[in-house]
């Protein structure tokens, strides 16, 4: 496995694999790209970025999620690729006019504060992990509280519009493992962008540390991920495979993000097979074996 290995404890002593870094990369340029003429966004990304407390339990939800179960990454790389994908989307919808945002339109709040909503719930979203995966949800809202209360007076000096910022970025953090829950239009960003984040760089993780099941060979399968305004629906995610075996990580993770999300009448998913030079389908193994209670590559 080619990559850099992390310095900061992020997946304790594994290597992050090069293609997952190059998309680490440019989620940055997107941010930066994006939150240029939002300055209660870019600031807010400034401060999460340099919060030792937020570093610190993303690298302990891998720890958990990766290291201990054997999940794909649900630490600072993957936290920064779902907020390129939230800002992204939110980006195609202000255009668009519709749906109309509810921070705006129901709560008046600016195009500021909603880029700073996505922004925050995308990052926060999964540093509930740190305590454990089942209920993770609700362990990210605690922690996200006490980061919120400390960062935001900063930026929202007023009680009562920090409140309600605080409110959007909790509901979203709550919603966003279960989309038929997401009831707004913020909450459904950060679930759609957690579900785009399906490429094998982040599923090389588990592979590599033995978990060879369908979860994990069907996210190898997954070469790249767009998102982009669509021709027949606002938005059109395009997911290239190099394997069929990629239509799991549709169906059961993007697919049903989408599909039980107040997004769903205006995203389509578009999957292309990518062919090898024969027309076979690239071997993501050649053979696998269940012992000892997991799955194997043998």
Do not use: W
């Not at 509810?102 to 996505?118: F, M, N, P, T, W």
């Amino acid at each position: 496995m080619t990559g850099n290995t992390t310095e900061n404890g992020l997946l304790y002593g594994l290597e992050m694999p090069s293609s997952y870094t190059s998309l680490e990369e440019a989620s940055n340029k997107t941010l930066e790209t994006g939150l240029a003429d939002h300055p209660k966004a870019k600031r807010m990304l400034q401060l999460l970025s340099s919060d030792e407390e937020l570093n610190t339990l993303l690298n302990l939800a891998n720890f958990i999620a990766v290291r201990k179960l054997g999940y794909n990454d649900h630490g600072p790389i993957h936290a920064k690729i779902v907020a390129a994908n939230g800002i992204t989307i939110l980006k195609i919808l202000l255009e668009s006019g519709k749906p109309e945002l509810d921070s705006i339109k129901g709560l008046g709040l600016s195009e500021d504060d909603a880029h700073l909503i996505v922004l925050t719930g995308c990052i926060l979203h999964d540093i509930g992990n740190a305590v454990h995966r089942v209920e993770h949800e609700t362990f990210s809202v605690m922690y996200g509280k006490s980061i919120l209360d400390r960062l935001l007076p900063e930026i929202y000096p007023e009680v009562a519009q920090r409140t309600a910022v605080i409110q959007q970025i909790l509901h979203a953090l709550f919603a966003h493992d279960h989309s038929e829950n997401a009831l707004t239009i913020e909450s459904a960003i950060v679930v759609i962008a957690d579900g785009c984040d399906i490429t094998k760089g982040r599923g090389r993780l588990a592979y590599d540390l033995g978990k060879h099941d369908i979860h994990s060979v069907s996210a190898l399968s997954i070469e790249s991920v767009d998102i982009s305004k669509g021709k027949d629906k606002l938005i059109q995610i395009h997911v290239k495979m190099s394997n069929t075996a990629g239509i799991y990580q549709l169906q059961e993770t993007l697919g049903k993000k989408v599909a039980e999300s107040p997004l769903k009448d205006h995203i389509e998913i578009v999957a292309e097979l990518i062919h090898s030079k024969s027309r076979q389908e690239l071997q993501v193994f050649d053979r696998i074996v269940f012992s000892d209670g997991k799955y194997r590559n043998a």
